[in-house]
């Protein structure tokens, strides 16, 4: 009968294998992340517009509040594609946001049962909604996504207006202010800004 080779390995053996593997994994994690760091330092500078860089970053908020993926967060994705939005800048709003959703799950979860279950005028509309075609595929009747969906709406321009903000004073006021401290000459030296410069030409 066939056997498996791990099945004969020494606890060493296993061990190294584990260790290695960690490594190894640890080096790819840690690259993916200079990666995503390089790109959006890279968009913060140059490229994209303010505005692009504001409406992919608030796009990809409405993916990260979202619980599951549903016809409301496949219309988003869509739109990310359709529109001239810049897709990093959605990437980087999906991750931070996906982060934030984890806490806010509960306080999704309250303003979707008030709105759903404590909100009876609201039962007629409800109703009507579910009997319209592929509505229901939003999952909007879940108390979690409804309020994920109520949220996001409610930081929509905020967060589109912050995120503006922010891209156009990092543009005008902050980098040209990094590059001129001492800390950041220090750090183009480091071997940290070396491996950052290397990924960063992968792209090109």
């Known amino acids: 009968m066939f056997q498996h080779p791990d099945v004969n ?8 294998f584990i260790t290695f593997s960690s490594k190894r994994t640890n080096e790819v994690n840690k690259l993916i992340i200079l990666k995503i760091i390089s790109r959006l330092i890279s968009i913060l500078k140059e490229g994209p517009t303010p505005n692009q860089i504001a409406a992919g970053f608030t796009l990809g908020m409405f993916l990260g509040m979202s ?3 549903n016809l ?13 939005v810049n897709i990093s800048a959605s990437i980087l709003g999906w991750i931070v946001f996906k982060l934030f959703s984890y806490a806010m799950d509960p306080v999704f979860h309250d303003a979707g049962f ?7 005028w609201l ?6 909604l579910y009997n319209l075609p592929l509505i229901p595929l939003s999952k909007y009747n879940n108390t979690v996504v409804l309020g994920s969906i109520v949220f996001s709406l409610l930081l929509f321009l905020p967060i589109f207006y912050a995120s503006k903000f922010g891209t156009v004073q990092y543009r005008e006021k902050l980098n040209p202010k990094m590059r001129k401290h001492k800390i950041f000459r220090v750090l183009k030296t480091s071997k940290f800004y070396t491996v950052y410069e290397k990924i960063t030409k992968l792209k090109e």
């Open 67 to 69: 619980p599951s993926f």
């Open 114 to 120: 008030i709105l759903l279950s404590e909100s009876e």
């Open 9 to 16: 390995w020494s606890l060493t053996e296993r061990l190294l």
């Open 123 to 128: 039962n007629g509309f409800w109703t009507a």
């Open 72 to 84: 409301y967060t496949g219309i988003v994705l869509l739109l990310i594609f359709l529109l001239d």
